[in-house]
């Protein structure tokens, strides 16, 4: 029997990646194969990341070259969201590419009594790289999740090692010798007991002009509405309170089916348990489009937190987005939802530094402080072949000026401003070598 490595990145609460990677875990583990806690003792090699932008992209080429130089004799797979957000990595030889519309590739590639179609995660694993500090760490010691657990890193990331690109790869020109393999490299934490996964589809439909998803998002899977609502029951029979809707947008579900979101959420409400709903991720124009159709009892007794992809508060970038709806009633709809319901967590995603995006639109994020309790503040990222790529950008000193305010406004906010700005020097070099 085969025996497997999984590596796989978890940053901050993109816990999207960590699910995908625990399905396969769990398609092994089901399947008896050995899952082993060190790459030398492999027959293949799993590796899968969420490369969001160019510092997290350069980190998982890092970790590609590692595994492939090191062991040219073992077999490599790249899954799902590696390959769907960076697909040009394709041209790195000797190397297996499963897309995340590819899942049956596992039961094709693999000897299995269990489909990995017929997979169900209970608990999420956040898969952690040691010998990397590519993810949001600063968090684990303290926080009630990890039990008291304590990680460091011997190797810290220089602004040599975020100067490899994908043709150093193909070619095998960069070296691999700062690179410690840990013992220990294999680690995986449970998430919290009282959180159970629902799976409602897969990928987004959405075009926004600087996701490089969309050269893949034509494929959406929807789950039957019986199949969700049969899954749910089961983890509230295990005692289950929270369910989290895993979903990289909720919104989505609809496109394969024609059955929209709101008829699921009203669905879900009329099951006869005491659970709340997590939502994760809500995207602005469905959630304006649907909100009056769902329940208002959905809202007020099961939705104790949503995620919503805002994005900007301005117009004009959102029309440069590709995206389409109106940014103040979305606002609105926040107040409405705090008003109903006052132990609601809302979270709002914003992207800055767009092209052209000014200091004025810029400032203006603050005001979000209003209407939700935190907000993430991802730096846009110029991807190859995204519509946005071509655009006229704006300085590196523009970006640098601005991630330093984000970062004087978190001293003031605390946790309700959420940079993901971690190692923030190397993060602004990577971006002024690729701008």
């Not at 609601?344 to 995006?357: C, H, K, N, Q």
Request: proline share 2%.
């Amino acid at each position: 029997m085969n025996k497997i490595f999984i590596w796989s990145a978890w940053w901050a609460e993109h816990s999207q990646t960590s699910y995908q990677s625990t399905i396969v875990y769990d398609f092994f583990s089901k399947n008896w194969y050995d899952i082993v806690r060190l790459a030398s003792d492999s027959d293949y090699i799993l590796l899968n990341w969420y490369p969001f932008d160019n510092y997290e992209e350069k980190i998982g080429l890092l970790t590609i070259n590692y595994y492939k130089k090191q062991y040219p004799n073992k077999k490599i797979i790249v899954f799902w969201s590696i390959p769907d957000m960076i697909y040009w990595i394709k041209e790195i030889k000797d190397i297996i590419f499963i897309w995340y519309s590819e899942y049956y590739k596992f039961d094709e590639l693999f000897k299995k009594n269990i489909s990995i179609n017929d997979i169900e995660v209970w608990r999420i694993r956040f898969f952690i790289p040691l010998n990397l500090e590519s993810i949001t760490l600063w968090d684990l010691e303290h926080n009630s999740l990890w039990d008291n657990i304590s990680i460091h890193s011997d190797y810290k990331l220089s602004e040599k090692d975020l100067n490899i690109t994908v043709d150093d790869v193909i070619n095998n020109t960069y070296s691999i010798d700062k690179i410690l393999e840990y013992p220990w490299k294999y680690n995986y934490y449970l998430d919290s007991i009282d959180n159970y996964y629902v799976e409602t589809t897969r990928w987004c439909w959405f075009k926004c002009s600087y996701c490089s998803i969309q050269k893949v998002s034509w494929f959406t899977k929807s789950f039957p509405i019986e199949k969700i609502v049969r899954n749910i029951k089961k983890w509230l029979s295990e005692w289950a309170k929270n369910i989290i809707i895993i979903d990289e947008d909720c919104w989505s579900y609809w496109i394969d089916i024609w059955l929209d979101f709101a008829f699921l959420a009203n669905e879900i409400d009329k099951i006869d348990y005491d659970f709340n709903i997590k939502l994760y991720y809500l995207e602005p124009y469905s959630l304006e489009t649907y909100y009056k159709k769902i329940n208002k009892n959905f809202w007020i007794n099961r939705v104790t937190y949503a995620r919503i992809t805002l994005q900007t508060t301005s117009q004009r970038i959102l029309k440069l987005m590709n995206r389409n709806y109106n940014i103040e009633r979305v606002l609105e709809i926040s107040e409405d939802l705090k008003s109903i319901n006052k132990n609601i967590f809302l979270w709002a995603i914003v992207i800055y530094w767009f092209p052209t995006e000014t200091i004025d639109e810029f400032k203006d994020y603050f005001r979000l402080l209003k209407y939700f309790q935190c907000i993430d503040f991802l730096c846009y990222a110029a991807k190859k072949w995204t519509k946005s790529f071509n655009m006229i950008n704006n300085s590196y000193n523009d970006i640098y000026k601005k991630s330093l305010m984000i970062l004087k406004m978190k001293k003031i906010y605390g946790d309700r401003i959420d940079p993901v700005i971690d190692d923030f020097n190397l993060r602004t070099k990577v971006l002024k070598s690729c701008y």
